[in-house]
């Protein structure tokens, strides 16, 4: 068959004095770190809905992006021929793994019914190319946020009909999850938020919400499925405020309706920092808390106020990352999903090779990093230092809940001059800076 990214060769590793920009520099797949391969530690996965369907439009132009399928007019051929793009593709760049929304990988037809007519035509065709290929599914998901129907949000909307139409949607994206033995399957409320409390019953849009994922995990295991539930935070874009605000709010939302047992999160760097985090923050937040499941990679240009999706290439952003996940003792059955789009102006085949490389690069080094410094210690050591106040004393005692107000007070009494250390953040930034350069 012929090569659809004919300009694209198999991307093989060559080390950081390469200058080919067709190869890696630092991600060696085979190298170990720890017992586990590069492959094993990062469990990248490509992201089907910006790497196969955008087409480089936004508000202010039209699409751009030059692919494969551009001169066909019918939308199942189209899909068919992304299917053969996707798997040539994945297996030049050496992905193990990859993911989709429903309406990514088959069209909509003019009834549900239809719908799922031409996603288990779309779906047969994934799996003879993942037995083929061993490329595994990381996540599926349902896209409830498109359609016009979904104006007012899915299991948040006020239309009852909307409600049952995303539950059949969910219902239908399960199963193929299922199966094409996806390992997890994701929940992201883009629609469900409010754009004004003026017309907003808050407590009946949550409780349904809670309703719903509930419903999901009782189907869920009437058919068997053993894959992690994932809820991806999002703070804005595009309601003004949504429900999945951020990491927090995911985990008391999950506790207050006792959902906690069902759900992890699925971490996005560029929707952490327009919730006013960074990245790292709502890793270890999800860590600490043990609903840290998988990873959406990308990053977002701090100078724009929007969801960019750029491919991630800040070494210092990946290194704090894969030390949270180092900590987190992996991500498994989680993974790296690059939902990351190439740019407008970056519209040929090749660029998504560029783009994926980028990506993948920046998170070996990342590891690598991220390995080095918690091998070493240097920064535990410093924060186990800091807080050595609580293994001795009046602290240990604070820890033990041995003491009240009253005690407390009796004991700052009589020690009421008080001595601080300093927090010597600069110092380790300056020791963060040596590993990133010396490695």
Not at 52 to 73: E, K, L, V
Not at 91 to 117: M, V, W
Not at 364 to 373: D, E, F, H, N, P
Not at 374 to 389: K, Q
């Amino acid at each position: 068959m012929k090569e659809l990214f004919g300009k694209i060769p198999k991307i093989e590793y060559e080390g950081p004095a390469s200058t080919n920009p067709l190869a890696f520099k630092y991600y060696n797949p085979e190298e170990e770190l720890g017992g586990k391969t590069m492959a094993e530690h990062l469990r990248f996965s490509m992201a089907y809905w910006h790497t196969f369907t955008a087409d480089g439009s936004d508000p202010f132009g039209a699409g751009t992006m030059q692919r494969p399928w551009n001169d066909i007019n019918d939308p199942m051929e189209v899909a068919k021929k992304r299917v053969e793009a996707a798997f040539e593709l994945m297996n030049k760049l050496g992905f193990s793994y990859f993911c989709f929304h429903d309406r990514d990988i088959a069209p909509e037809g003019k009834t549900l019914e239809e719908t799922n007519q031409n996603l288990d035509e779309i779906v047969a065709l994934l799996k003879e190319k993942m037995k083929e290929t061993g490329i595994k599914l990381l996540w599926g998901t349902a896209n409830m946020f498109t359609h016009p129907r979904f104006v007012h949000g899915a299991a948040t909307s006020p239309n009852a009909d909307v409600f049952a139409y995303a539950a059949a949607q969910v219902k239908k994206a399960l199963e193929i999850t299922n199966e094409l033995g996806g390992e997890n399957y994701v929940f992201w409320g883009g629609r469900e938020g409010y754009e004004t409390l003026l017309n907003t019953n808050m407590g009946l849009e949550l409780d349904n919400l809670a309703r719903f994922l509930q419903m999901a995990v009782d189907y869920a295991q009437k058919i068997g499925f053993k894959g992690q539930f994932l809820i991806e935070p999002k703070p804005k874009e595009p309601t003004k405020h949504q429900y999945d605000f951020d990491v927090a709010a995911v985990f008391a939302f999950l506790k207050k309706y006792g959902l906690d047992k069902y759900f992890k999160t699925n971490i996005e760097a560029n929707h952490a920092t327009l919730a006013g985090h960074n990245f790292q923050h709502e890793l270890r937040f999800a860590r600490l808390n043990g609903i840290l499941g998988s990873v959406d990679a990308n990053q977002g240009d701090m100078l724009l106020g929007w969801d960019t999706d750029q491919f991630p290439t800040n070494i210092y952003t990946t290194t704090f990352a894969m030390y949270e996940i180092l900590k987190n003792g992996g991500l498994a059955p989680g993974g790296l999903n690059f939902d990351a789009k190439v740019r407008r102006p970056s519209f040929e085949a090749v660029d998504l090779a560029y783009g994926h490389i980028a990506g993948m690069d920046a998170f070996a080094q990342g590891l690598k990093v991220a390995y080095k410094l918690l091998e070493d210690g240097v920064i535990e050591e410093f924060i186990t230092n800091r807080y050595a106040s609580y293994d001795h004393g009046i602290g240990a005692r604070i820890i033990k809940k041995e003491l009240g107000f009253e005690e407390l007070a009796d004991y700052a009494l009589n020690h009421d001059q008080i001595v601080n250390e300093s927090g010597r953040q600069e110092m380790l930034e300056s020791i963060i800076n040596q590993y990133l350069i010396e490695s």
